[in-house]
């Protein structure tokens, strides 16, 4: 079963997208960000593991990669 968060590569600006049930939540920049768009999304802040792999589904880097894609 697929994790229903997907946090996709950096850009190049260094923000990842956010989808959550194939819904674009937004673009973090960072681990905050991230737990603020996914509380956003009705998700409990206690609840939310960033290592969980059954819940969030990382490319291209894990939870503590953040910053301007290479080109």
Do not use: C
């Amino acid at each position: 079963m697929a994790a229903p968060v997907v946090v996709h590569a950096p850009d190049s600006q260094g923000g990842r997208r956010v989808v959550a049930h194939g819904r674009i939540l937004g673009v973090a920049y960072n681990a905050m960000e991230l737990l603020d768009l996914l509380e956003e999304a009705g998700m409990e802040r206690e609840h939310i593991h960033l290592d969980d792999a059954d819940l969030i589904d990382w490319k291209d880097g894990g939870a503590w990669e953040w910053g301007p894609s290479e080109p």
